[in-house]
């Protein structure tokens, strides 16, 4: 597409992969709001995750998460394990169900990048994973730029 600016190109991608993983998430029957997949995602990913380290890395108010984490506590996907070094905080750990729901979201993802990538060589995938990442760690610097920096 001659002409198309590199902000339409991204955001003509994003929509194309947020719509083919919707499809694929209901294709396998998940119900559950986008924050709480992150969520059980991040759980499962993370053996000795708590409320307050979820909060900090999805940049989210610890109130919101908990919120969450009660409705997937209620639903039976994750259960809080006592901390055996601080009595205060509670490991979260993914549930057989939740484990389930979870590789079911990796295998939609699985099928959303088959989809984006089928007509792509394994040299541009790689070229494509080089010149998105720089660009988004140029992003990180600017929004969170190391404290040593001016």
């Known amino acids: 597409m001659p002409g198309i600016s590199l902000g339409e190109a991204v955001h003509r991608l994003m929509h194309a992969y947020k719509s083919l993983l919707?499809?694929?998430?209901?294709?396998?029957?998940?119900?559950?709001?986008?924050?709480?997949?992150?969520?059980?995602?991040?759980?499962?990913?993370?053996?000795?995750?708590?409320?307050?380290?979820?909060?900090?890395?999805?940049?989210?108010?610890?109130?919101?998460?908990?919120?969450?984490?009660?409705?997937?506590?209620?639903?039976?996907?994750?259960?809080?394990?006592?901390?055996?070094?601080?009595?205060?905080?509670?490991?979260?750990?993914?549930?057989?169900?939740?484990?389930?729901?979870?590789?079911?979201?990796d295998a939609a993802e699985d099928w959303a990048v088959q989809q984006l990538t089928r007509n792509l060589q394994a040299d541009d995938i790689a070229l494509f994973l080089r010149v998105s990442n720089t660009m988004a760690d140029s992003a990180r610097q600017i929004l969170a730029p190391d404290k040593g920096e001016p």
């Not at 059980?40 to 409320?51: E, M």
């Not at 998460?65 to 205060?88: C, E, F, K, M, Y």
């Open 22 to 105: 919707r499809e694929a998430i209901a294709k396998q029957e998940i119900e559950l709001p986008v924050t709480q997949i992150r969520i059980l995602k991040g759980i499962c990913r993370s053996p000795r995750g708590t409320a307050q380290s979820i909060a900090q890395r999805m940049q989210r108010d610890k109130a919101q998460i908990t919120r969450a984490l009660n409705d997937l506590i209620g639903a039976g996907l994750i259960v809080r394990v006592d901390n055996p070094a601080d009595g205060r905080s509670h490991f979260l750990k993914p549930t057989s169900s939740g484990r389930k729901i979870v590789a079911g979201l």
